[in-house]
């Protein structure tokens, strides 16, 4: 037999064992206050139990606890637990389109509204998540504790915008070196797409390593002005607002390769049939297989006797005598 805590032993015992030595060999405080007789008016009746037997009772089932808090336990082997769940990698768009208001309060709010509504739907699977535009990053690595990557993608503000040119290439080959251990590789894209010219070159990287792809569109096809950090519309060479429109190109691409895309509305049911489509192509996946120890618990037979010898010992409690 072994203890699971053993730290708790050791750290609880020397401490209630010098205390109960204290105790158990200090004189009797009243006799040094009180007249013999006084004393004799004040003590319990004799039908209580004596205090020194009182007193070990109560340090003997201490030390139960104690031994319960450290876990005995007997280890009767090892076994080899499956996973449930799938590994994902999650990518949010912060190009400059982003901060388009087509849909309120703008595209990027809106698509980390979308993904945080994807993580819910997700609670027993591993993501992570990574910003991209002209440079990727990881924003979360891989993790089941949702809300902690809810918090990483709150995070997400207007200051994280940039305004140059999606490099899809560059986020590609970030996904390929990211999922390369994965097995099966997924990524889940949330942007206002890119046009077929920027994703040509990040289609051939994620046909190369067997990635799929499926995509949330933010945006409308009607679009809206694009706007700088300060609020402004920008203007073209020619005077005229620049303007930009979601590109479907991305979501043809993923259902080319085998995956899908949905169009970013308002409420739940767009998320949750992606979710439903993305489970039911890898439903038999798993995410891979643990080592655990089987033991059997005995704390509860201390802990037990513990509680019986404090019932006995405050049952028997003195009764003062009146003067």
């Known amino acids: 037999m072994t203890f699971a805590n053993a730290q708790f032993f050791w750290m609880l015992i020397i401490p209630v064992v010098v205390f109960a030595f204290l105790i158990l060999t200090n004189k009797e405080r009243l006799s040094r206050i009180f007249d013999e007789k006084v004393l004799k008016r004040l003590s319990a009746t004799d039908e209580s139990m004596p205090m020194v037997m009182r007193n070990i009772l109560m340090f003997i089932a201490v030390f139960l606890m104690i031994v319960a808090f450290a876990r005995p336990v007997t280890e009767t082997g090892e076994k080899k637990v499956e996973i449930q769940g799938l590994t994902l990698l999650t990518a949010l768009d912060i190009s400059g389109s982003m901060r388009s208001k087509d849909v309120y ?173 993305i489970r039911s192509k890898y439903q038999n996946q798993q995410q891979g297989e643990v080592t655990v120890k089987e033991r059997v618990e005995y704390f509860y037979y201390p802990l037990g006797l513990a509680l019986f010898l404090l019932l006995i010992a405050f049952s028997s409690l003195p009764q003062r005598r009146e003067i």
């Not at 590789?185 to 890119?194: E, P, Y």
């Not at 009607?222 to 429109?245: L, R, W």
């Open 105 to 277: 309060p703008n595209r990027l709010a809106f698509a980390k509204k979308k993904m945080t509504t994807f993580f819910d739907a997700m609670p027993s699977d591993e993501i992570g998540v990574v910003a991209f535009a002209y440079s990727p990053f990881v924003l979360a690595p891989f993790s089941s504790d949702k809300e902690t990557l809810k918090m990483m993608i709150e995070g997400v503000d207007d200051t994280y915008i940039n305004m140059g040119s999606t490099d899809f290439s560059a986020l590609g080959e970030q996904v390929a070196s990211l999922l390369e251990e994965k097995k099966p590789k997924i990524l889940v894209l949330f942007t206002d797409g890119g046009d077929e010219e920027a994703i040509a070159g990040f289609s051939d990287i994620l046909k190369a390593n067997d990635i799929d792809l499926y995509v949330v569109l933010v945006g409308t096809t009607k679009g809206a002005p694009v706007i700088d950090e300060n609020g402004n519309a920008i203007t073209q060479k020619d005077g005229t607002i620049a303007m930009s429109q979601r590109n479907d190109a991305l979501g043809e691409l993923a259902k080319k390769n085998g995956g899908a895309y949905v169009i970013a509305a308002n409420g739940t049911e767009d998320i949750r049939q992606l979710v439903s489509v």
